[in-house]
């Protein structure tokens, strides 16, 4: 007996099927503005839910748009001239060398993680805006990163439709680094992007009635510490972000708390509400099977030494959800600079259950527990078994 293929499998297989049409884009030299740019994504990376980093960096020099994929040391030119000139009076972003859009983009976190993949992808996108400011102030003299600014111009120049502009650094100053010779520049002003998926169309659609109109204005930047205290003497935030990895496992004994969160008060220049409070807490003196429990069955942290959590008043959440994230990602990844620093094991965990841990740290029943970092003494395994498990991290059976 032959079987039949009926049309309408046809269409299943077109839609199953990979082909890249698109010729080939011309190739540009690396412009040389473009460079120290460039050298900030050579060194370290940022922490991400599953290593899946669901977001895009655009940088602007001049007055040229570029798409920058730090893993395959490529660029694409997008758009450049008149239209980019317009959108940057339009946005007010004012006269910097260099900008760098953190632009996310949901889906690629909630098709693993589902509703609980949008925290996730707003808490990488603070790691990588911290990361990059970190070092970008290191490599520039002047650096500040806006989480708030009238990016709507640049959004819709670059037709954003299921990803939006999260945040903004601005650098001026190159001190003179130049990136390594591995990178690629291509003409891609002629290429079209509108391959999307109905479900990357459907995950969008119902995010679309939570997300914040965005400013109408760019506010000024201030340097301060996220937290209130001193800040403290820290060496070459560059060579910690180089060195910066997350511990795949814990083994058993304590470790010195004090100087890594020290680290919370490290100065950031950004435009963030001074008055809108993310607090952090230490907690210290559970049992293995606790903090199993608590972080979703996740036994290669059973031997972790120290929690801190990322906490806020709900009335902080329900004002600005993304600038609260923002806090609490951004106070995550100094607290990874921290533990570099002393060699103390750490990972950001994002799969954790918040009103367990609320009560052990004894916070108030009107906080949430936004985000939860571990550390102790760093184990000796291989692997990461965060990202091979289908989703520890939102409590999918
Ligand atoms: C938002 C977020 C959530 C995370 N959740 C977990 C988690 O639940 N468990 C875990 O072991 N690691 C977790 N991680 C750490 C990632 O596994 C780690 O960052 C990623 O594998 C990349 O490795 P790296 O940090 O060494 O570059 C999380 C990281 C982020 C940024």
């Known amino acids: 007996m032959t079987a039949t293929v009926v049309p309408s499998v046809w269409r299943l297989w077109e839609r199953m099927k990979l082909s890249v049409s698109v010729p080939s884009s011309p190739a540009l030299p690396v412009p040389p503005s473009l460079s120290p740019v460039l050298r900030l994504f050579e060194i370290g990376s940022a922490p991400s839910a599953g290593a899946l980093y669901p977001y895009e960096h655009i940088v602007l020099v001049g007055d040229s748009l570029y798409s920058v994929d730090p893993g395959r040391r ?4 997008l758009h450049a001239g008149q239209s980019v000139r317009l959108a940057l009076i339009r946005s007010g972003l004012g006269d910097a060398d260099a900008l760098v859009f953190v632009v996310v983009r949901p889906w690629l976190s909630m ?14 996108a603070a790691h990588v805006a911290t990361h990059l400011l970190c070092v970008g102030s290191e490599s520039f003299s002047s650096a500040a990163l806006r989480t708030r600014a009238r990016t709507r111009p640049f959004a819709d120049l670059l037709d954003l439709r299921h990803s939006f502009v999260h945040s903004v650094l601005s650098l001026s100053g190159a001190l003179g680094f130049a990136c390594s010779s591995q990178w690629s520049c291509a003409d891609d002003r002629d290429a079209s992007n509108d391959m999307v998926s109905w479900l990357e169309e459907e995950c969008w659609n119902s995010l679309a009635p939570f997300l914040a109109p965005g400013l109408g204005r760019t506010l000024p930047v201030h340097r301060a510490p996220l937290l209130p205290g001193l800040p403290p003497d820290f ?3 560059s060579s910690l972000a180089a060195s910066r990895r997350s511990t795949k496992d814990f083994s058993p004994g304590g470790c010195a708390v ?10 950031l220049t950004t435009d963030l509400d001074p ?13 293995g099977d606790d903090l199993v429990r608590y972080c979703m069955g996740q036994e290669h942290l059973r031997h972790a030494s120290s929690a801190v959590l990322f906490h806020a008043d709900r009335t902080v959440l329900l004002d600005d959800l993304n600038g609260a994230v923002f806090r609490a ?14 060699d103390v094991g750490v990972t950001a965990i994002g799969g954790f259950d918040a009103d367990r841990w609320r009560s052990a740290a004894g916070l108030p029943v009107s906080h949430d527990v936004l985000y939860v970092a571990l550390l102790g003494r760093p184990g000796g395994a291989a692997v990461k078994v965060d990202r091979l498990q289908r989703a520890h991290a939102h409590n999918e059976r």
């Open 74 to 77: 490529r660029c694409r030119l």
């Open 111 to 124: 098709r693993k993680y589902g509703d609980r993949g949008y925290l996730y992808c707003l808490l990488d």
């Open 258 to 267: 004090d100087s890594v969160v020290d680290a919370l008060r490290i100065p």
């Open 275 to 287: 008055f809108a409070v993310v607090d952090a807490s230490v907690v210290t003196g559970f049992s």
């Open 235 to 237: 060496p070459s935030l």
């Open 329 to 342: 990602g951004a106070l995550a990844h100094l607290l990874y600079l921290g533990a570099t620093a002393a």
